[in-house]
């Protein structure tokens, strides 16, 4: 180092400290943020709620595109998410409206306790009788619980190791497994303690270590679905649904990977599954397309990056994923995982993302992609990204 500049050296550390600090305290305090947030959020939903259109046959909200809102019925994959926003939404606030609410539209799904046509009964079951479950203890949530449990369970495969994610797509595939399947395990875990039925765990660990052979490439990205042949349980193909191309990495199918198996360790506390989830945290965190704000584009590898849509549902998921995982890692990596988490929520939090309340058909976030590839549910608000942007934002505020 030149002798002036190493004279100058602890003045310009100095300065650097100061101009970080005086940066660090022009920023508002994370707490304050979600305070804000958790209020718009529940303005937002009170909002929505006053101008849902009473329609028994599509009760729940999941987005708004082209200016509608479009309501769904219990079957729709996403049925869980509005009723799960309300339940954290109770449990943000504590007031009885929320639970009042988050009851009625629980209810509408309890036909779905008996659906075997899908993987995504999980989805649809934990996040609205499970969150139900955990905030009031009500009994008759735990047997729609056990009977969708056992619902999921007759989809497993013993030949693949895994359990089918969808039935339809015949002609296109045989026995389809997708990475957004890892979210559904959270009940099979549930199940497997409360209902007494270890094989539920068994052939939870099973699907997981199958995914984990799979579905993921070298950099540790994910396929989006593996086609297997149900008579001999190997590989047809390895393709995508929702990505720009087979080779593609989805986010949404990042995020899900990674929450699915930050699940995984918390339930069996298996390296191979902290290993996985740290992995895929590593692919997302340093991607060199990752934007500033750390909402990604939809896909990673979009050709019109920087022009891409956003998902911001991608980054709710990513967010809430992270704030499980850094406790079940050493204080370093913890840290970068809270920082990393927390750029997401400073970003969701602001006017570029959250919606005021009365406009974005009543929903949170803005910018979400659901199914580019079909052209559907592009750079519109979703009930899942409301979902886990409310879940992160509680999962942050608990911890302090
Ligand atoms: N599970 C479907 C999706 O993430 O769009």
Request: proline share 6%.
């Amino acid at each position: 180092m030149p002798s002036l500049l190493r004279l100058l050296r602890p003045a310009l550390l100095f300065a650097a400290a100061v101009l970080t600090a005086g940066l660090r305290a022009a920023e508002p305090a994370l707490k304050d943020i979600i305070d804000s947030a958790l209020a718009t959020s529940a303005r937002q939903y009170e909002w929505m709620l006053a101008h849902l259109p009473a329609d028994p046959a599509k009760p729940l909200p999941r987005t708004f595109e082209h200016g509608t809102l479009v309501t769904i019925p219990s079957a729709d994959w996403t049925s869980g998410f509005f009723p799960g926003s309300l339940w954290y939404l109770y449990e943000a606030t504590g007031e009885a409206k929320w639970r009042a609410s988050a009851e009625k539209f629980t209810a509408y799904l309890e036909p779905e306790q008996h659906n075997t046509g899908t993987h995504d009964v999980g989805f649809m079951l934990y996040c609205s009788y499970g969150n139900g479950l955990r905030l009031t203890g009500n009994a008759a949530y735990k047997s729609v619980l056990l009977n969708g449990a056992k619902s999921l369970s007759t989809r497993f495969n013993p030949t693949v190791g895994a359990i089918k994610s969808w039935d339809h797509g015949v002609g296109k595939f045989t026995y389809p497994v997708i990475i957004d399947n890892m979210m559904n395990l959270e009940l099979m875990f549930w199940a497997a303690r409360e209902g007494k039925v270890g094989h539920y765990r068994d052939l939870s660990i099973k699907h997981a270590d199958t995914t984990i052979a799979n579905h993921f490439r070298a950099d540790h990205s994910t396929f989006h679905v593996i086609d297997y042949d149900p008579q001999t349980g190997q590989v047809i193909k390895k393709v995508t649904h929702q990505g720009t191309s087979d080779d593609s990495a989805w986010a949404r199918g990042q995020a899900w990977g990674l929450y699915g198996y930050t699940v995984m360790y918390r339930e069996t506390k298996e390296p191979r599954y902290l290993a996985q989830a740290q992995q895929i945290a590593a692919f997302v965190m340093n991607h060199p397309r990752l934007p500033a704000d750390k909402v990604p584009y939809w896909d990673f590898d979009d050709v019109r990056i920087p022009l891409a849509p956003r998902d911001s549902s991608a980054a709710a998921i990513i967010a809430s994923a992270l704030l499980e995982l850094r406790g079940y890692v050493a204080a370093s990596t913890a840290a970068g995982y809270t920082s990393f988490a927390e750029a997401q929520l400073r970003s969701l939090t602001s006017p570029a993302y959250l919606a005021e309340p009365g406009t974005n058909g009543g929903f949170l976030l803005k910018h979400a992609t659901g199914n580019h590839p079909k052209n559907s549910e592009i750079d519109v608000p979703i009930n899942y990204g409301d979902y886990y942007f409310l879940e992160a934002l509680l999962r942050a505020r608990n911890a302090g």
